[in-house]
């Protein structure tokens, strides 16, 4: 098994970088949360944005899953317990910190990430409707597709009474480190990795089509180009994030080659959800705001004619 050498300059950069891009994917997603009600205050303003604001609430949604995400990673983060959980919480035993592994394994591939993948599908599906559909349908789709994902993550991960004699890296999600003994180092069980495998198959399949169905649809080459870059970015991301949650069981927690593998983990599902903030949130809010500022200045004029309130397709 190739490992990488132990250098302190590597090892804190790969301990650093995850929590930098935390602090990114927070950002971010405190501008799309200004985006939102900013958007929210102008609609009751301008007509033009009534059909667009409508789905503002699944777009909250969408954001409070990222930052949930983002959050629940910092669970897995050694360097990020050692530091700061152990300061307000000196006490953790080994049980519990393997207890928090547990949590970020289940809330990580059985719920968060799939719940945002879900909502983008939904986004995405909802620009071609001639007609919005209620946020709550969305809601429903999340239950019904995540739900189970998440209660099988949940069985697989913290009830081990199955006695499937499978090897330790299909449903271990925890190690004591050698070089502290006080510390628990998580990892990804191979069969939680499996599982979120075969709902990622499933919903690239749908997403292509979807993506399909959107292209053939839409003549701006503005909006065509945003989908092209969602599809690639979000198929490509994701097939990467599965790889290395496969590659990254075979390893020892304790190797710095895990550490690398467990940041380009993050890195992946970090460039989704950002690309996804970016075109479902940022940039179709920012030219609706510039649509209706320009519609403003039109009816101001003389003999101008209004401009037609936002489409649904607008929001991509």
Known sequence: MLDLPSLPFLDFAVDLAPLVLVAVILFLSLLSFVFIFHLCFKTRKSQYLESFNSLWTVRLLLVSFIILWALNELLRLPFFRKKYYHTFFSTLTLTQQANLCRVHVVLSLGFLEPGCLVILLFLLNVSIKKKTPRSSWALALLMVTCLPVFLLQFLFVFYQRFDLHLPKFFIESSKVSSADGEMVLCSYPLLSTILFGAFVTIYC?????????????????????????????????????????????????????????????????????????????????????????????????EQTRPLQPLSNEESV
Do not use: H
């Open 205 to 301: 399949f749908y997403f292509m089509f979807c993506c399909w169905t959107v292209l053939s649809l839409v003549i701006n080459k503005t909006l065509r180009s945003r989908i092209y870059c969602l599809s690639v970015t979000v198929l490509s991301t994701i097939a990467l994030q599965i790889f290395f949650l496969g590659v990254s069981a075979f390893w020892p927690p304790e190797k710095p080659a895990f550490s690398v593998l467990e940041l380009v983990i993050f890195l992946s599902f970090f460039t989704c959800t950002a690309v996804g903030e970016g075109i479902f949130i940022i940039i179709p809010i920012t030219d609706s705001l510039s649509v209706s500022r320009e519609s403003f200045r039109l009816n101001s004029g």
